[in-house]
Every structure is written in C-alpha cells, then in structure tokens.
C-alpha cells in the first residue's frame, strides 16, 4: 500500500506564495511521474504540472510562469512553488504518482491519489 500525505495548503492573499509538499511511503519500488492537480468549486479538476522521475516538467497553461514543480527522490516528495497567487487559484489541491509497487512476487504500476490541501487566495 502506498499513501501520498500532501500539506502546505492555507489562506494567502492575491500575489502571494504557498509551498506544498507531498510525501509518499509505502511499499514503493519506484516513483514514476508525478503531480499537482486541482479542483475548483462547481468546476472539473483539471492538471496543474507533471513531473517525471527524470525531471521533466509540464504545466498547464494558467499557472506557467507563476508555479514550479520539484521533487526529491531521496525524499520520495514532490513540492509545487506558487508564486503571484491569483483568487482563481483557489482550490483543492491533490498530488499523485504512478509508482511500481510488488504485488504477491509481481511488479505491477499503480496510480495513487493524495487526500488533497486546500489553498484558498483572498483578492
């Protein structure tokens, strides 16, 4: 079982700067890519940024410029910078990772979900 515990959610005015973190444990074999997505009130969820094991980024088009994707492998974390807070930044805010985990002798890929950490932007 892998668990993804994000925090550094709160409340920031508009311009401002919030850091989250998102840790995985568990029985990893290895992190693939992961990711920051998010999910407004009323709205669809839609994929903040990516990264890959390698470091390769993404970023949706509305946070380019303005967030930074990051991870530590040692750590097995991956952080999201967010920078110039916009209020139509405000949002649950959920990180996931496609990991290889040992299932009964097999090595199997699995897709894992965080709880999410609410950031809300004050204008």
């Known amino acids: 079982q892998v668990q993804l515990v994000e925090s550094g959610g709160g409340l920031v005015q508009a311009g401002g700067s919030l850091t989250l973190s998102c840790a995985a444990s568990g029985s990893i074999l290895k992190l693939n890519a992961m990711g920051w997505s998010r999910q407004a009130p009323g709205k669809q969820r839609e994929l903040v940024a990516i990264i890959s094991s390698g470091g390769s980024t993404n970023y949706a088009d509305p946070v380019k410029g303005r967030f930074t994707i990051s991870r530590d492998n040692s750590k097995n974390t991956v952080y999201l910078q967010m920078n110039s807070l916009k209020p139509e930044d405000t949002a649950d805010y959920s990180c996931?990772?496609?990991?290889?985990?040992?299932?009964?002798?097999?090595?199997?890929?699995?897709?894992?979900w965080g709880q999410g950490t609410q950031v809300t932007v004050s204008s």
């Open positions: 996931h990772a496609n990991t290889l985990v040992a299932v009964k002798a097999q090595i199997r890929e699995y897709d894992y």
